[in-house]
């Protein structure tokens, strides 16, 4: 059993849409769970569908939104206070060295970011690397387990099979419940898998798409 699992991703959202089903399982052992995240998302380009936010109240909204998604999934989160779109010219080691504070402080036996180089946005890429980085920089005997999330098309191919596969269905209504919390970034998404039944409730091709949470174990 896990002592202390954290979550370390850039955006608002990014906990929902990735890892909702294995927080959920976990929160449900009694493991706490604590997010570490890295921005805002001020400069997503998603305003609600039909549009309800600007460029102007977004990052407002969006904080709202993750607060929401923190109580639906129980776990703690910290914003670690970066701008959107900017991570990846961030100095790595100064993001890791802050990291490693919180890091440190909570002692998590585990671990979850994105897979560098594998994780599709620049944002992703440059958190999971500086997780990862934080990590390393602690003592050996004290470092957590890493789990990375890989999401590029070529993961298997490049990657392999992922080490963890979770299938997050018992916890699926949680876990939509949390994504639907980030209602400016998942509204128009949502929509189209809904319109494709004219039903209001989720549909078998929504439960494919999210129904397996997978990772893979960083190896120092």
Not at 10 to 30: C, L, M, N, V, Y
Not at 45 to 65: C, D, H, Q, V, Y
Request: aromatic residues 10%.
């Amino acid at each position: 059993m896990e002592k202390h699992v954290v979550v370390i991703y850039p955006h608002p959202d990014d906990e929902s849409f990735g890892a909702a089903g294995t927080i959920t399982k976990f929160r449900q052992e009694g493991v706490p769970v604590t997010y570490l995240c890295g921005t805002l998302g001020e400069m997503g380009r998603n305003m609600g569908s039909p549009f309800f936010a600007t460029r102007e109240s977004l990052p407002k909204i969006r904080k709202k939104e993750l607060m929401d998604a923190c109580k639906v999934l129980d776990m703690d989160v910290h914003m670690l206070g970066y701008r959107d779109k900017t991570v990846e010219f961030e100095k790595r080691e100064e993001i890791a060295a802050h990291i490693k504070g919180y890091l440190e402080k909570i002692q998590p036996s585990l671990v979850i970011t994105h897979y560098p180089e594998h994780a599709v946005h620049p944002d992703h890429d440059a958190m999971g690397a500086a997780a990862i980085e934080a990590v390393r920089m602690m003592d050996t005997e004290k470092r957590p387990t890493v789990w990375a999330q890989a999401i590029t098309k070529n993961k298997l191919e490049t990657l392999g099979k992922p080490d963890v596969i979770q299938d997050v269905q018992p916890y699926f209504s949680k876990k939509m419940e949390a994504v639907e919390a980030h209602r400016s970034q998942a509204e128009g998404m949502l929509s189209q898998f809904r319109e494709e039944l004219n039903s209001d409730v989720p549909n078998q091709a929504l439960l494919e798409r999210f129904r397996y949470e997978e990772f893979y174990v960083w190896k120092f």
